[in-house]
């Protein structure tokens, strides 16, 4: 079955940028879209950003709009956010995820995860 493999968070300070990446392990694996939800400590799991598989067209959280950027490489079948002016409310751990069906921004919809990896921006 196929997994989402993402990579490394890490600390950062308030204004600073992080990226990170998620690749899907099968070639052959085809969503409709995939994407970043993220998940504070005692908080429910809430959409940040996703991006549509083959047209690329993005859809933000109004909490990254202007700030994240979401992008994907095809051949790869890998997705990126890239992540500016962090701030300390973006803390959490962030889940990759990718979905067959349209309505992107609903969690429900997605069955398949990524591992989770922690971001922390300090103030």
């Known amino acids: 079955q196929v997994q989402l493999i993402e990579s490394v968070g890490g600390l950062v300070q308030a204004g600073g940028s992080l990226r990170l990446s998620c690749a899907a392990s099968?070639?052959?694996?085809?969503?409709?879209?995939m994407g970043w939800f993220r998940q504070a400590p005692g908080k429910e799991r809430e959409f940040v950003a996703t991006?549509?598989?083959?047209?690329?067209?993005?859809d933000y959280a109004d909490s990254a709009e202007g700030r994240f950027t979401i992008s994907r490489n095809n051949a790869e079948n890998t997705v990126y956010l890239q992540m500016s002016s962090l701030k300390p409310e973006d803390t959490a751990v962030y889940y990759c995820?990718?979905?067959?069906?349209?309505?992107?921004?609903?969690?429900?919809?997605?069955?398949?995860w990524g591992q989770g990896t922690q971001v922390t921006v300090s103030s």
């Open positions: 995820a990718a979905t067959r069906w349209r309505l992107v921004r609903e969690r429900t919809n997605y069955n398949y």
């Open positions: 991006i549509r598989w083959n047209s690329g067209i993005p």
């Open positions: 099968e070639r052959t694996f085809s969503p409709y879209a």
